[in-house]
């Protein structure tokens, strides 16, 4: 079975440039979560899809970071502008739906503001 | 809100003895508490995981207690070995969307 896959997996932008991830999640998995990792730090979830719809963005910084999830399988999340505080991983998991389900991870997209 | 803490930060152990990692939640709601393994520029990967239906699970040398009264649990890994060392970090379901909040994560190093 086929894991989940991020694209790309290293990112270098100056601030106040426009960047955007892609991950395709395990067939047939319901929920897709994009999380931000910080060196350091455990994840951090930003926003959670149910097929295409948003389950929980509260934690997503909306004034600069978009995500979306048109046809409930793969899903982009943007960042426009960047700032330096950006610099992390960025995490894409999928489980077959969010209750008491083990999440899988992507192997991540490094992003660096410089 | 939510909050999961998780301790030690660093924990350093001779090949061979047990290493103990402990969270604490907040919500008394969460039902789900995985622990994920992270080698350093890796995905993080299920190691085990309890549900709140049982207090224990044990799967070869890795085992994971429960305390739902006390909001606790924990990770234990017997018979310690190099390739043991990674950063472990614990996670809660909670809130109404079953998020999953991550502890701060335990940098464990396993001497030969």
């Known amino acids: 079975e086929a894991g989940v896959a991020q694209s790309p997996r290293y990112k270098i932008i100056e601030k106040r440039q426009s960047v955007a991830f892609w991950c395709n999640p395990i067939?047939?998995?319901?929920?897709l979560y994009w999380y931000q990792q910080i060196l350091g730090q455990g994840p951090k979830l930003l926003i959670q899809?149910?097929?295409?719809?948003?389950?929980?963005d509260s934690q997503l910084p909306k004034d600069r970071f978009s995500a979306e999830r048109l046809k409930g399988v793969d899903s982009t999340l943007k960042i426009q502008p960047a700032k330096l505080e950006d610099s992390a991983v960025y995490l894409c998991?999928?489980?077959?739906?969010?209750?008491?389900?083990?999440?899988?991870f992507g192997p991540g997209t490094r992003l660096l503001v410089l | 809100g939510e909050n999961v803490e998780q301790h030690p930060s660093t924990l350093s152990v001779q090949e061979g003895d047990s290493a103990v990692i402990k969270c604490t939640y907040s919500?008394?709601?969460?039902?789900?508490f995985p622990w994920y393994k992270q080698e350093l520029g890796k995905r993080p990967q299920l190691i085990i995981d309890i549900r709140s239906n049982v207090g224990e699970k044990k799967d070869q040398r890795i085992a994971v207690t429960l305390n739902k009264t006390a909001k606790h649990f924990s990770l234990h890994i017997t018979e310690t070995q190099p390739e043991d060392s990674a950063v472990y970090f614990c996670?809660?379901?909670?809130?109404?969307?079953?998020?999953?909040?991550f502890g701060a994560g335990t940098r464990l190093t396993v001497k030969p």
């Open positions: 919500d008394s709601a969460s039902n789900y």
């Open positions: 998991a999928s489980s077959l739906v969010s209750d008491q389900e083990t999440q899988y």
């Open positions: 996670a809660a379901e909670e809130g109404t969307h079953n998020d999953m909040r």
């Open positions: 067939s047939g998995h319901a929920t």
């Open positions: 899809f149910q097929n295409n719809g948003v389950v929980d």
